[in-house]
């Protein structure tokens, strides 16, 4: 089955470098996967330095039959500078993978920063040819701007499979920036699957507000908050995988129990979350996701999504402690402090939230450095 997928973007990891990869527990979560009856694995170029692809070849593929597993990856369209680059990059994960085709491929990241470059160097024309070789099994994109570019390319390309779109009930509400909604109107009406990442917005719907976690606990008493944000999703139609970037055993256990025991949301429970959304806007600093595109681009090693993430829990605490500045120092000290942005904005191009990073960051500042 795969109505739910493990994505490989937020790894265990092993130390505070990113790429460390904890492959023991990896394989005991892949196990603990493929034993509930799911075989869908979703990857990219990017995720974790390169060393995700490399986690789906030393836990996946050399431990379970080629044939039983979905293996999804994407074409890096902020890699891309020329079109020998393309050739190179799909060849060199089809080696980290460990496999010699692909179920899924995706153009990764269609946004109008980026639509220029796929036109350019034809990106869509070359994952159609790989998949008139049989080394693509189904086409795809991962798409993270407006529904209008999105009806653009759909309409420019009606034979993809599917797309990959961020839906959540926070996001699919009223978020102007991401179109939740939209995009997922637009997808089908061009009726074509849906694949949907950032199901619990990158674990910003796991700890929620103390009134918004009421809400759900007076209604259901044993159902968790990732509970509620994967049964928004799994409840839509023509939705055919939502995934879990998923960090950690207990993780995966937890949303297997979700998933085996699902039943579509009522018409209560979408009252219930519509309230809820209500609530966390109120208390959401900056609607980061953590997928670290922006700190893989940063040329002064801005440890950017840790900051922000620092800095929104920082923002709702009821008095923030000394270990806030602790925290924000040895951060500073692996990488760079928040002050060292040059306002480049390079970040500002990889952001799949829209945020304007380094105004943000000035934030961060104000709020943390230089305190203790």
């Excluded at 369209?77 to 990059?89: C, F, G, N, V, W």
């Excluded at 990106?123 to 080394?135: A, I, N, P, T, Y």
């Excluded at 920036?177 to 939209?182: D, P, V, Y």
């Excluded at 959401?284 to 996701?289: G, L």
């Amino acid at each position: 089955m795969m109505d739910f997928g493990f994505g490989l973007m937020r790894l265990p990891i092993k130390s505070e470098d990113y790429a460390d990869i904890d492959y023991e527990q990896v394989n005991d979560m892949v196990d603990k996967y493929i034993e509930a009856g799911y075989n869908y694995f979703d990857t990219g170029y990017g995720y974790h330095e390169g060393k995700s692809e490399i986690a789906i070849r030393e836990c996946v593929i050399k431990r379970y039959p080629r044939e039983d597993v979905l293996i999804a990856d994407k074409l890096p369209l902020y890699e891309l500078t020329k079109e020998s680059d393309i050739e190179a990059i799909f060849n060199e994960q089809l080696e980290r993978c460990g496999v010699d085709y692909f179920d899924y491929y995706l153009v990764h990241n269609t946004t109008d920063v980026f639509k220029p470059v796929c036109d350019y160097l034809d990106c869509f024309g070359f994952v159609r040819d790989k998949k008139e070789k049989g080394l693509v099994k189904k086409i795809g994109f991962s798409h993270h701007d407006s529904a209008e570019l999105l009806d653009e390319i759909l309409t420019e390309n009606p034979d993809v499979d599917f797309v990959q779109l961020q839906i959540n009930y926070l996001d699919w509400y009223n978020n102007e920036s991401i179109q939740a909604k939209e995009c997922y109107e637009v997808a089908r009406k061009h009726d074509v699957d849906v694949i949907i990442m950032e199901a619990v917005k990158g674990g910003n719907l796991v700890n929620l507000p103390e009134e918004a976690e009421k809400k759900f606990k007076d209604y259901n008493p044993d159902a968790s908050n990732v509970s509620w944000a994967i049964r928004f999703c799994l409840s839509l139609d023509g939705v055919i995988c939502t995934l879990s970037g998923m960090s950690a055993l207990e993780q995966m256990e937890e949303n297997l129990e979700i998933v085996k025991d699902f039943k579509p949301l009522n018409d209560e429970e979408k009252t219930i979350i519509d309230e809820v959304v209500e609530i966390i806007n109120q208390s959401i600093a900056i609607p980061c996701t953590y997928c670290n595109y922006c700190v893989e681009h940063c040329p002064n090693d801005i440890p950017i999504s840790k900051f922000f993430e620092l800095y929104n829990d920082a923002k709702s605490a009821i008095e923030i402690q000394p270990l806030y500045y602790i925290y924000y120092n040895n951060y500073a000290e692996r990488g760079a402090p928040a002050s060292d942005c040059s306002f480049c904005g390079d970040c500002v191009d990889q952001c799949t939230q829209h945020l304007d990073i380094p105004e943000l960051l000035e934030d961060v500042v104000d709020l943390l450095e230089g305190k203790f």
